[in-house]
């Protein structure tokens, strides 16, 4: 496919060239994606970050490191992708070590940590990370609050799935699906049917 694309002179198109890295990472294809990359005149963030998201999701953390230290800039979406890559290589720390240096920890960064601990079951630390972000002043979204209530029913408390819920209430995510689906996952594994 992106044969056709040079053959026909778009090589400097980069919504195309960024599309199609797109379309490689999505069937697995990363060596295509890589040749793309190479050959493509104009790399802007979204190419860069494309390729990296890319890797991170096709088990290819390293070489997603490896780009991400040779971007010439980084955005939110690659400290992102960067923070969430690495508990599925097995290396939470990694991405600890990089939340610390984000620039700017905002709702996504502090959401992609929360994720992180709550993709590899470590719900504690979810909920502690939970609590650190709002002892920040950072208002949780509705992911964050959907994987926070994912790590209160993964420990079976309704303590504190209950205050999540209160929090959610007082910020108006009730009518989020997402939100829904995690209460409903949450008071069933709580055993609280009734809530469900």
Same mark, same amino acid.
């Not at 400097?12 to 990472?25: E, F, K, P, V, W």
């Not at 400290?79 to 991405?95: A, H, L, N, R």
């Given at each position: 496919m992106h044969s056709l694309v040079f053959l026909l002179g778009f090589e400097?198109?980069?919504?195309?060239?960024?599309?199609?890295?797109? *379309?490689?990472?999505s069937f697995g294809t990363m060596k295509a994606a890589r040749l793309l990359f190479n050959e493509m005149e104009n790399k802007d963030l979204v190419t860069w970050n494309s390729l990296i998201y890319g $890797?991170?999701?096709?088990?290819?953390?390293?070489?997603?490191?490896?780009l991400f230290n040779k971007m010439p800039g980084k955005d939110a979406v690659s400290?992102?992708?960067?923070?969430?890559?690495?508990?599925?290589?097995?290396?939470?720390?990694?991405?600890i070590q990089r939340f610390r240096v984000v620039p700017f920890k905002d709702d996504i960064a502090w959401t992609a940590m929360i994720f992180s601990f709550v993709?590899?079951?470590?719900?504690?630390?979810? *909920?502690?990370? $939970?609590r650190r972000m709002l002892s920040q002043?950072?208002?949780?979204?509705p992911l964050t609050l959907s994987s926070v209530l994912s790590a209160a029913a993964g420990l079976a408390t309704l303590n504190q799935g209950m205050q999540?819920?209160?929090?959610?209430?007082k910020m108006c995510f009730e009518h989020v699906l997402s939100v829904q689906n995690s *209460?409903?996952?949450?008071?069933?594994?709580?055993?609280n049917m009734w809530d469900a």
């Open positions: 400097s198109d980069s919504y195309l060239g960024n599309s199609l890295i797109i *379309l490689h990472n $890797f991170v999701q096709n088990d290819g953390v390293k070489e997603a490191v490896r400290w992102t992708t960067m923070i969430s890559g690495f508990p599925g290589d097995g290396d939470v720390e990694k991405s993709s590899i079951e470590l719900h504690e630390d979810a *909920l502690c990370w $939970f002043s950072i208002e949780p979204n999540i819920h209160a929090v959610l209430h *209460l409903i996952s949450m008071y069933s594994k709580c055993g």
